[in-house]
Structures are given as C-alpha cells and as structure tokens.
Antibody
Framework: EVQLVESGGVLVQPGGSLSLSCAAS????????MSWVRQAPAKGLEWVATIKQDGSETYFVDSVKGRFTISRDNAKNSLYLQMNSLRAEDTAVYFCARDEFGYDTASWTFDYWGQGSLVTVSS | DIQMTQPPSSLSASVGDRVTITCRASQSINSYLNWYQQKPGKAPNLLIY???SLQSGVPSRFSGSGSGTEFTLTISGLQPEDFATYYCQQSYSSPFTFGPGTKVDIK
C-alpha cells in the first residue's frame, strides 16, 4: 500500500524558516517524480514544487522561488521542503504527492497524496 | 500561466441525482485535465485523468469528458459519500494549475 506521511509543520514567525519531511513507503520511491502541493485555510489547491527522481531537476511556483528548496533522499525514501523567509501567505496545509506519468495518455497526475502538514506563519 | 475556472463554486443536489461539474481553461489544454475529489480534512483523491480516463478503484458512476478549453465531470447517481469538493487541474504546461473547486452539498 502506498503511503506518504508528512511531518514538521508548526507555528513559525514571519521571516522564519521551517523544513517539512515526507516519508514514503509501499512503492519504489526512486522511480518517481515527487511534488509538494499546498492549501491555504478554506482555499483551493496550489502546486508548490516538484523534483525529478534523482534530484537533478527541480521546479517551483513563482511565489516561492528563491525562498523554498525541494530535495530528496532516495536511500531514506524521503522528500523534503525547506522553507525560508516565510510569509503569512505561506500559511497552509502542505501535501506531499507522488507524480505519475501515464504512458497511455502521455499525461501527468498526482496519484497519491499524504494527509498533509499544517504550517502557520504568524507573529 | 493557464487559469482554470469552475463555475459555479457550489451546487446542491440530492442522493440519486445526476450531477455535472464544469471546468474551463484559459487556453487549449488538449485533454490534459484531471479531476480530484476532496472531503473536509482529507487529502485530494484522483478520480479522472486525461479528461476521461477513470482512475483505478474509482466507482464507474464518475465520468469525465471534454477537450480544448471545456470539460465536465459527471456523477451518475449521486451517493452520500460523494458530497465533497471537486477540483480540476491542468497538466498541459507548468505550473500545473488547479481550478478553485466546486462544492457539492446536500439539497
């Protein structure tokens, strides 16, 4: 059974830093691209960042470029999100998600998600 | 960036109803459109990918159609467990943007 379990979400002051982790199990982690998607309170979903299987490529939404870093440790089956210079608008539940490329349709999906970790940025 | 819209933001329906949810893209995305269901306090769950392909394990009462800029998710025979928020998401170009969601609640 595929499982993704996020951790690390806390209350942090504006300008502060925080690192989220996502522990993966039930699949060969090193075979998959992985992403972070966030959801502000009572709001919709926003893709945040994506990383290639070997970590050689990373992509970010414009609003976090230069502040957030995505990384992974395939030996530990873990995904990370380092968040610096946090702002109130970064307050959200952060989901770890597995990227799946369907060769039959040549399309990408987020096919498995973790339960989410709440990050609150407030003074 | 490609903008996704989902009018209306909410709709009311009864168990057994046929429900259609609309999603529009600001430019053509061919058939690179996914649908997710999210219940309160839970993670999203993939229902439909590539506009009309049913994800494994998803009940057959869910179906998707459309291409280009107009897409629909249809629930044929709404069940109590289907009351939730539904999001569309384009995977045509990065950033892979989501629609604002359509909440389906009980009439």
């Amino acid at each position: 059974e595929v499982q993704l379990v996020e951790s690390g979400g806390v209350l942090v002051q504006p300008g502060g830093s925080l690192s989220l982790s996502c522990a993966a199990s039930g699949f060969t982690f090193s075979y998959y691209w992985m992403s972070w998607v966030r959801q502000a309170p009572a709001k919709g979903l926003e893709w945040v960042a994506t990383i290639k299987q070997d970590g050689s490529e990373t992509y970010f939404v414009d609003s976090v470029k230069g502040r957030f870093t995505i990384s992974r440790d395939n030996a530990k089956n873990s995904l990370y999100l380092q968040m610096n210079s946090l702002r109130a608008e970064d307050t959200a539940v952060y989901f770890c998600a597995r990227d799946e490329f369907g060769y039959d349709t040549a399309s990408w999906t987020f096919d498995y998600w973790g339960q989410g970790s709440l990050v609150t940025v407030s003074s | 960036d490609i903008q996704m819209t989902q009018p209306p933001s909410s709709l009311s329906a009864s168990v057994g109803d046929r429900v259609t949810i609309t999603c529009r893209a600001s430019q053509s995305i061919n058939s690179y459109l996914n649908w997710y269901q999210q219940k309160p306090g839970k993670a999203p769950n993939l229902l439909i990918y590539a506009a009309s392909s049913l994800q494994s394990g998803v009940p057959s009462r869910f179906s998707g159609s459309g291409s280009g800029t107009e897409f629909t998710l249809t629930i044929s025979g709404l069940q109590p467990e289907d009351f939730a928020t539904y999001y569309c998401q384009q995977s045509y170009s990065s950033p892979f943007t989501f629609g604002p969601g359509t909440k389906v609640d009980i009439k």
